[in-house]
């Protein structure tokens, strides 16, 4: 059973909580408060349970209870909340980013757009993102780190936005080539690297870090996630189990990974042909017959790119890890990641 689950399986747990936030808005009047549950479940609880029960990866929650056991010295575990508020923002970003590309599917099942609707899955998605501000309430920490912590979940969900935006308006057939690097660089660092970066700060700080490896941590916590994008994003280009996300990506013409090795490494020509052709991608066959012309270009270049991308994050964090045991731990970690887009 994931972490979230954990937190929100049951519908008891669940309505507490939807009562906890309830009591923080004083404008409700007292007869919306004791309205039936069942009206509860259908307008919010149902979807919220539909998507957090879902099996995913939890890569974010196992990253910070390794930034914590890295700082605390290998003491016990973090409180059950952080590894939770990690989750539950990265689920509720995830809803949103599937009404904003109507994606079909989302770990196994209809996207939750398609389940319950835009309007309902929208507010769900968003309901997500700001619980964690209120469940902060219900963690044992000194009201300096409280505020720390919420300053950096603030932070971060305003460079989360920022990336995606970047990814929503931006196509890259309408990029010059010298410039699709640097796109897709940002957009990476700040959507995806943003959350895994605040990961880190939550388990090492909350564990006590001192500031230099705070920020080593940190700072591996964001290309630890830029890392996860390459894969992500090159995974449906390679891989056929994840070819519905490559299609989807091509037909959308996003600022993916792909399109960024591409550019580092072709002439303006071979570049140049292979954007005119996805300008014309409409229907998925199309979009299937450029993946297999990005993937025969491009060979072998994305996962070397991606194991020196990561090796150099391994060797930046090196230095601030006084235990060898801890570095061996990380470095764990990133094969984990490497061989799971295999």
């Known amino acids: ?27 409700l009047i007292a007869e919306e408060e004791s309205l039936d549950p069942a ?62 590309d109507d994606s079909p599917t989302r770990r196994g099942e209809p996207a939750l757009h398609r389940r319950y609707g835009v309007p309902l899955a929208l507010n769900t998605g968003n309901w997500l993102s700001f619980l964690p501000f209120a469940l902060l309430s219900r963690v044992e920490l000194d009201s300096e780190l409280r505020l720390a912590i ?60 001192p500031p230099q490896l705070l920020t080593a941590l940190v700072r591996f916590g964001r290309d630890f996630g830029v890392g996860l994008q390459m894969l992500d994003d090159w995974s449906g280009i390679a891989v056929e189990a994840r070819r519905a996300k490559g299609i989807e990506d091509i037909r959308l013409a996003r600022p993916t990974w792909p399109w960024a090795w591409l550019a580092d490494e072709c002439d303006e020509i071979t570049f140049a042909g292979i954007v005119h052709d996805a300008r014309s991608v409409s229907i998925d066959w199309e979009a299937e017959r450029l993946i297999g012309r990005l993937r025969d270009q491009l060979a072998s270049i994305p996962r070397t790119r991606i194991h020196e991308y990561l090796e150099r994050a391994l060797d930046d964090v090196r230095a601030a890890l006084d235990d060898s045991s801890n570095f061996e731990l990380l470095r764990e970690d990133v094969r984990r990641l490497e061989n799971a887009y295999g």
Request: net charge neutral; glycine share 8%.
């Open 39 to 100: 009206l509860w479940d259908k307008a919010l609880l149902d979807p919220a349970r539909d998507i957090m029960g879902r099996s995913g990866k939890e890569l974010r929650a196992r990253f910070l209870e390794r930034c914590w056991h890295i700082a605390s010295g290998g003491n016990a575990g973090p409180p059950a909340m952080l590894p939770a508020l990690i989750e539950l923002l990265h689920v509720g970003s995830l809803v949103i980013d599937d009404i904003e």
């Open 150 to 209: 919420y300053d950096n979940i603030s932070l971060a969900l305003l460079r989360c936005h920022q990336g995606q935006a970047l990814d929503l308006s931006i196509k890259v057939t309408s990029l010059p080539q010298r410039r699709v690097s640097s796109v897709v660089g940002c957009a990476t660092r700040l959507k995806t690297g943003s959350l895994m970066e605040l990961a880190a700060f939550l388990g090492a700080r909350a564990a006590g870090a």
């Open 1 to 27: 059973m994931n972490l979230a689950r954990k937190l929100l399986g049951s519908d008891t747990e669940m309505s507490a909580l939807v009562n906890e936030l309830l009591e923080c808005m004083p404008h």
